[in-house]
Every structure is written in structure tokens, then in C-alpha cells.
């Protein structure tokens, strides 16, 4: 008779194997569970495109990793104090340089070669590699390639709640489609009108200053440049007068430029929902949120009713804002509510920050530098006469912008030593190789900083030396084109560079023409280097413990 077996038998016999398999069904059909989650399935395409990018970018220099948080410690130090690591990373690693953060590999590229093809979308590649030659070309040849047009995701998903898809965001066709609405509203012909709104809010600061030249204390003229600022951009782009206009728009425009870059460069804080019940500043930027939304509501939903009921007179040819123009135009009956509103947004925020800080940082150098605000002081004076003299206060005109070609210079210096913007972020949307030989996998994130472009000895020699002539044009002839980026360059470039550069123009001038800055006794930057120091990288730079300056009026005829 057949030995039955019994259950001791059946778990000493089998149990080994029964375990592995069970073991290996449960894993199975864990694997099988989340690659069928679009979640789980999402994470595993992620970490492998990943790890793509880091293996594909081994070869390239850059700071050490350590275990799971790579060099995301490097890098935020390097955003902390960019003036003090900037130059050595630079040293250290070269013109190009790999981050690995938690979740992607970013590469920092500074080379006006490499700058060119990323902003230009022109890549100089081996078209036999590619098995497709140029006609008339042996080896290499100028390709158009879009692969690093987009701006990068976590730049995108952190600024979106505040501008909505304007075109600092929008990327390909619908990036095309409103640059071609909203370029014709900036023309230069618009902004010469512009102009007389330039020299009337400037003048009144200047007036609104006399009080600090009288008690002669220190004071941050930061928030005064804030304000002019956000009143002129309110009233050239909404067309709301002073009153009308919020005045504590700029203080909302620097809180979303931080809420932004907070949240871009915390991978953590990019879940919408781990923000919202996790982090200590959403309360902020749910009304930061609302803010920039009550800014244009109201204007935006007044002057739409305005223009489609056809009766209200279009304001004069003179002074009309940009609004008006935009509503106006063909291209614009193309957008909705919402584009419109997004691009308002974009304008008023792009243009606010990045102007108002420069002004401070502008001012403060002419504080360190007093030959140079001296010589400022002279031309001014020989476009408008010195203080006291006849028509010494008349209004500032287009054609006297034209005059002021060191005042042009000095500003493009600034410009050049901090840049106001102090990283720009796209993202590779195919593999590319940049011409200095440096390979691009998808998905990576290219940061250009345009400061360490600004500070190659090769372009620029004696690069920390404020030297406003080196933009004199016998001096600019064979530079780079790429080597000089405050507004970006190419089809993605600043739309209000124009603006800004009449602006600011507009703004020193009139100042120059009645004061002259003089840094504090005690506490502030002496050399640029010591300002250099201070200036914290933000969605735009500005100075430590604000820009602290005295003011003391010209004597007449000085
Ligand atoms: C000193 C002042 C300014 C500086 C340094 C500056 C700099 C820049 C830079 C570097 C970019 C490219 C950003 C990127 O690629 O990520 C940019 C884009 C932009 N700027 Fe400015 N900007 C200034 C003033 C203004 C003003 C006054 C306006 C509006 C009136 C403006 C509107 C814009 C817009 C709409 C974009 C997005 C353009 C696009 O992607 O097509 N900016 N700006």
C-alpha cells in the first residue's frame, strides 16, 4: 500500500520552492499593480530617463554626488552665493558644468558658442553622423534644431499659478502666435510715446526725494524705484494713472518672483498637494495668487467692454498702452480672456523685478564709483544744461536718449557685471550635442548664466572691472554676439528690452540732472566686490539689506 504522505512531509518537502514562489507571485503582482498605475508607471519611465541622463552625462565635469540628494547641496549653495562660488566653479570644472539633482541632471553652460546654439535653436552638428548631408557641405553644417527651445517643467509649473501660460511660459506654436500679437504693441515708434510717461514718473520721484537730500539720512531707494516701477508699467501697459493703480504692485511682483524660484528649486515642494498641506508658505502664495489676478481683472474686464461695444473714443494715438494696442490688433481677437490675462500678468511681472532691482544695483554703483556718476553728471548737463541754468528742468525727449551715449554704456556695464536675470532654463526635449562637443540627453535641464558668460577674460578682459567703455563700438568689434545676454538673445529673447533700456535710461538721467548719490557713513558695499557679495540670486538679483544710499542736491551750476 502506498505510503500516504503527511502535512510534516508536504511543508518539509516543498517548502523551499513554494516560498520562492510565492515570493516571487507577490513581487510579480506588485510590478504588475504599479506599471498598471499611471502613477507607477510614470515614476519607473522617470527614474529610468534619469538615470539616462546621468549615465549619458558622466563625462562631464562637475561637483561631487552624494548618496540620494546628488549635488542639489552644491548647487543651492552655488544659487546662495553665486558672486563667491561662480568664478571657481568655473576655474574648477570649466565653462560647462553637470548637477546632479534628486530628480534630474542639470548642466550650467556659459560658453558663447554653446549659449548661441541654445538660444538660437542653431546647432552645428556632423551631418554624416546623422546620415544626411547639406547640400555643399562636407562634415558640418548650421542645422535648425529645436531640442532646447522649451523652458524647463519645474520653472513652468512654479510660476504658472501666478502668470498663467504667458509668454515667459508658453513654448512652440502658441509661444509663436502671441509673440507675433504682443511684439507690434512694443514697437519702437509705440515707446517713444512712451517716453513722456518715463520722464513724468521719474520726475516725481526725483521730487519725492528732495526730502531725503534735505535731512540728508540713509535710506532704501529700493522701494522708491519699486514704486516707480510698478505706477509706470500699470500706466503703460493698462493705462491706469497713478491713483488708479496698485501701488503695492512691485512688493507683489518681487513675493512671486521668490515664491517661484522657492518652489522650482525644491523638487519636494512640486507635488501640488504635499505644497498645500506641507509647506509653510502656501498661505503666501495663495494670496500672492490672488493678487496678481486682482491686478488685472478689473482693468482687463473694463477695457473689453469698452472696445466691443465700439463707442468708447480710442484713447489718443499718444500715450495709448499697451492694452490698447494689443486690443486693437487682428492677432489679438485670436486670444481668449484667459491668454490675454496671462500675457498681462507676464508683462507686468517680467518687466517690474528685473527693472527695479537694476535701478537699485545701478545706484549703488554710482555711490562706489563717483568718477563715473561724475561723468554721467556731465553729460546729462551738456544735453540739458547744469542745474540752475535756463531749460535746465524742461522735459526729458526721445531724441535726448539718442544723446546720452555714456549713460547707454554705464548701463550696459551694469548690465554686463549682474545681470539682472541671473539664469535662464530650458530643457532638452530630444538628445543634442552642442558644439563645444557636449552631449544633451533628453530631458535634461540647460541653465545659461549669463554672468558667467559675462566674466570670460576671453571676451571681456579684466572682466570684474567696471569699464563702461568696453561697449564703445570700436571696442565691441569682433566680440562674440553671444557673449553678452542681459535680455537673452534669439526668438525667445526679452520682448521688453527696448522698454527697459529707455526706461532706465530715462529714470538715471532725470536723477542725475538734480542729485548725486552718496553711499552711507557706515555698513554699505565699498568696492563692487563687496556689493557683488551681497547681491542674492532670486527670479532676479537684488542686494542684501537693500540698497542703502544718501542723497545730496546738486548746487546750481555745479
Ligand atoms: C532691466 C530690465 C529687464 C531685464 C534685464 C530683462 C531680462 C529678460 C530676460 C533675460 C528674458 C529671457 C528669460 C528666459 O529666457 O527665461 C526676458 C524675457 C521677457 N521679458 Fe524681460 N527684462 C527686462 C525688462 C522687461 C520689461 C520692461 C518687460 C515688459 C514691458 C519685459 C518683458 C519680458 C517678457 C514678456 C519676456 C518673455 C519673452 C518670451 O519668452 O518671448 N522685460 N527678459
Not at 520552492?17 to 522617470?46: D, I, K
Not at 531725503?212 to 509706470?232: M, N, P, Y
Not at 562706489?368 to 535756463?390: K, M, N, T, W, Y
Request: with cysteine; aromatic share 8%.
Amino acid at each position: 500500500m502506498p505510503q500516504s504522505c503527511t502535512a510534516q512531509d508536504i511543508s518539509s518537502s516543498s517548502s523551499p520552492s513554494m516560498a520562492a514562489l510565492t515570493t516571487l507571485a507577490l513581487l510579480a503582482g506588485c510590478l504588475a499593480l504599479l506599471l498598471l498605475a499611471p502613477w507607477a508607471r510614470r515614476l519607473v519611465r522617470h527614474l529610468l530617463r534619469v538615470g539616462r541622463q546621468v549615465y549619458l552625462t558622466l563625462d562631464v565635469p562637475g561637483p561631487a554626488c552624494l548618496p540620494l540628494l546628488g549635488t542639489l547641496p552644491a548647487f543651492l549653495r552655488f544659487w546662495e552665493d553665486m558672486e563667491g562660488t561662480l568664478l571657481d566653479l568655473v576655474a574648477e570644472y570649466g565653462p560647462t558644468v553637470r548637477f546632479r539633482m534628486v530628480d534630474r541632471v542639470a548642466l550650467l553652460v556659459m560658453h558663447p558658442d554653446d549659449v548661441q546654439a541654445v538660444i538660437t535653436y542653431l546647432f552645428l552638428f556632423s551631418c554624416t553622423a546623422f546620415g544626411y548631408t547639406a547640400p555643399g557641405c562636407a562634415r558640418q553644417a548650421v542645422c535648425t534644431h529645436p531640442a532646447l527651445v522649451n523652458k524647463a517643467d519645474q520653472l513652468v509649473r512654479s510660476l504658472r499659478p501666478f502668470t498663467g501660460d504667458g509668454l515667459l511660459l508658453l513654448n512652440g506654436r502658441e509661444h509663436r502666435a502671441h509673440r507675433k500679437a504682443i511684439s507690434p504693441s512694443l514697437h519702437f515708434d509705440i515707446l517713444r510715446d512712451f517716453v513722456a510717461v518715463f520722464d513724468k514718473n521719474s520726475r516725481a520721484l526725483a521730487e519725492r526725494l528732495g526730502k531725503h537730500a534735505d535731512d540728508g539720512r540713509v535710506f532704501d531707494v529700493h522701494r522708491e524705484f519699486g514704486k516707480l516701477t510698478s505706477t509706470t508699467l500699470q500706466e503703460t501697459v493698462l493705462s491706469l494713472s497713478e491713483d488708479q493703480g496698485e501701488g503695492k504692485a512691485g512688493d507683489v511682483f518681487n513675493v512671486v518672483g521668490d515664491l517661484a524660484l522657492y518652489r522650482g528649486m525644491r523638487p519636494w515642494w512640486q507635488n501640488d498637494t504635499v505644497f498645500r498641506l506641507l509647506s509653510p508658505h502656501y498661505e503666501q502664495h495663495k494670496r500672492a495668487e490672488e493678487d496678481m489676478d486682482t491686478l488685472v481683472l478689473r482693468v482687463l474686464a473694463a477695457r473689453r467692454a469698452q472696445v466691443s461695444r465700439g463707442g468708447a473714443p480710442a484713447p489718443p494715438r499718444r500715450r495709448m498702452a499697451f492694452l490698447d494696442h494689443v486690443l486693437r490688433s487682428e492677432e489679438a481677437h485670436a486670444m481668449s480672456e484667459a491668454e490675454l490675462r496671462a500675457e498681462l500678468k507676464t508683462l507686468l511681472f517680467a518687466g517690474s523685478a528685473t527693472s527695479m532691482d537694476f535701478l537699485s544695483y545701478l545706484t549703488v554703483v554710482l555711490t562706489i564709483l563717483p568718477d563715473v556718476q561724475a561723468r554721467l553728471q556731465q553729460e546729462v548737463d551738456g544735453v540739458f544744461g547744469a542745474p540752475g541754468s535756463p531749460g535746465a528742468d524742461r522735459p526729458l525727449l526721445p531724441e535726448d536718449l539718442v544723446h546720452l551715449d555714456f549713460l547707454e554704456r554705464v548701463v550696459k556695464e551694469a548690465l554686463r557685471l549682474a545681470p539682472p536675470v541671473p539664469m535662464l532654463f530650458r530643457q532638452a526635449s530630444s538628445d543634442v550635442t552642442l558644439p563645444r562637443g557636449v552631449f544633451v540627453p533628453e530631458g535634461t535641464v540647460v541653465i545659461l548664466v549669463p554672468a558667467g558668460t559675462h566674466r570670460m577674460p576671453s571676451v571681456f578682459p579684466e572682466p570684474l572691472r567696471f569699464d563702461p567703455d568696453r561697449f564703445l563700438p570700436e571696442r565691441s568689434q569682433g566680440r562674440h554676439p553671444y557673449s553678452f545676454l542681459p535680455f537673452s538673445a534669439g526668438p525667445r529673447n526679452c520682448v521688453g528690452f527696448r522698454y527697459a533700456l529707455m526706461f532706465v535710461k530715462t529714470a538715471v538721467a532725470n536723477l542725475m540732472r538734480s542729485y548725486t548719490f552718496v553711499p552711507p557713513p557706515s555698513g554699505a558695499p565699498r568696492t563692487l566686490q563687496e556689493l557683488h557679495r551681497r547681491m542674492q540670486p532670486g527670479a532676479t538679483m537684488t542686494i542684501k539689506g537693500g540698497a542703502l544710499v544718501r542723497l545730496a542736491r546738486r548746487a546750481p551750476g555745479s
